[in-house]
């Protein structure tokens, strides 16, 4: 590859970083709203494939380590994959130490960016000659992991069966979508994304809703002193996480880029209730959730991009449905044939060192260039 390729590329990574720091910032940004868009504009505008796929790389990585600040900082969700922190994130700031928990937070999602990432890709490797027979069972590994997921939530039977509604639901409006010769996959996603916006809305019309949301007061935050633990500019990953920490986070990492077809909500949540359950003292499990859930935020985002991509160039898992849909499919430039299973997109246009070099060269961006909270 000529060397202005690879500056195109980089510069691309660059505008991912920067743009998705600032959007990360704010409170509520969707992936799916944000990503999915900018995504596809950069697909149409005709980026080189390399470009696209560090663009959408250093987007993701630095919207999940900036949504940690208004997370701890505010008590307000940077964005879905948030929500899982925001348990633990509460209880930091009403001691004083949101600041601390931020440390923590933005520690481990470096962490697991650079442990899942080359896991991610190897994993996609060992998959990719089973292609044909995953791609074959894919609604079955689907519905077995939504079945999976809705057992173990806290109402199990009404989940389950909440399922079967949803899947009329949603076969109808395809089939209704197919008849008129449209394709709204992304804007399944994004319905889900907007629909609790549009609830909130509503609700703001009643006087006695509208009223529980009014504010008389600003909110204050307290932060107690603390101590820096390493020295020079940035914090050290290693320094701020104690070794029980980085151990969790790491093994977090390793297993959860082995799955792809979990939603990475539930992961989240399912990998800090693990975590939480096995911690005694109260505010080592407080900021070991922290770590390891915003962690595992970072690995599960990178294991369903790159492994259905590499592996079958198919959308198979929730982010490739949803955030990472432009990688797969963004006619007339990249295209995916249900009915023959051809594809024309990433999967068929940057190799297996290719989707490694240039993975790891938007991670190293995103991170350098990303806010580094310290204490």
């Known amino acids: 590859m000529d060397p202005l390729t690879i500056l195109v590329v980089l510069g691309f990574c660059v505008l991912g970083t920067l743009a998705f720091t600032l959007i990360g910032l704010v409170s509520g940004t969707d992936e799916t709203a944000t990503i999915a868009p900018l995504t596809l504009l950069v697909v149409l505008l005709g980026a080189p494939a390399p470009a696209v796929f560090g663009f959408f790389m250093s987007a993701m990585v630095a919207k999940h380590i900036t949504h940690a600040i208004p997370t701890a900082l505010l008590g307000i969700p940077g964005d879905t994959m948030a929500i899982p922190l925001m348990r633990e994130a509460n209880p930091m700031r009403g001691l004083g130490a949101p600041h601390v928990a931020l440390c923590k937070m933005v520690s481990a999602s470096v962490v697991a960016v650079f442990v899942s990432l080359p896991l991610s890709v190897l994993f996609a490797v060992i998959l990719s000659p089973l292609g044909s027979v995953i791609s074959a069972a894919a609604p079955w590994i689907f519905l077995s992991a939504s079945v999976l997921i809705a057992y173990f939530s806290p109402g199990r039977w009404a989940s389950v069966v909440a399922i079967v509604p949803f899947v009329f639901?949603?076969?109808?409006?395809?089939?209704?979508?197919?008849?008129?010769?449209?394709?709204?996959?992304?804007?399944?996603?994004?319905?889900?994304?907007?629909?609790?916006?549009?609830?909130?809305?509503?609700?703001?019309?009643?006087?006695?809703?509208?009223?529980?949301?009014?504010?008389?007061?600003?909110?204050?935050?307290?932060?107690?002193?603390?101590?820096?633990?390493?020295?020079?500019?940035?914090?050290?990953?290693?320094?701020?996480?104690?070794p029980g920490q980085t151990r969790t986070t790491v093994t977090a990492a390793a297993v959860t880029s082995a799955t792809f077809v979990f939603s990475p909500v539930a992961t989240t949540v399912a990998v800090g209730e693990y975590v939480g359950a096995r911690t005694k003292h109260a505010y080592r499990r407080l900021t070991s959730v922290l770590a390891v859930r915003n962690g595992v935020t970072e690995s599960t985002y990178i294991a369903e991009v790159l492994i259905p991509l590499i592996a079958f160039g198919l959308p198979l898992s929730p982010v490739a449905i949803g955030p990472a849909a432009p990688l797969f499919n963004a006619p007339p430039r990249f295209t995916v044939d249900p009915r023959t299973g051809e594809v024309n997109n990433l999967h068929t246009m940057l190799s297996v060192p290719e989707f490694l070099f240039f993975g790891l060269a938007a991670a190293l961006i995103a991170v350098l260039i990303a806010p580094t909270p310290s204490p």
């Open 169 to 242: 639901l949603v076969a109808a409006l395809q089939a209704f979508s197919t008849a008129h010769g449209l394709k709204p996959s992304v804007s399944y996603s994004l319905g889900v994304t907007a629909g609790p916006l549009i609830i909130d809305l509503l609700r703001s019309l009643s006087p006695r809703e509208r009223r529980s949301m009014s504010r008389t007061e600003h909110r204050r935050v307290s932060m107690a002193p603390d101590v820096k633990s390493w020295s020079g500019f940035m914090p050290n990953p290693f320094k701020v996480l104690d």
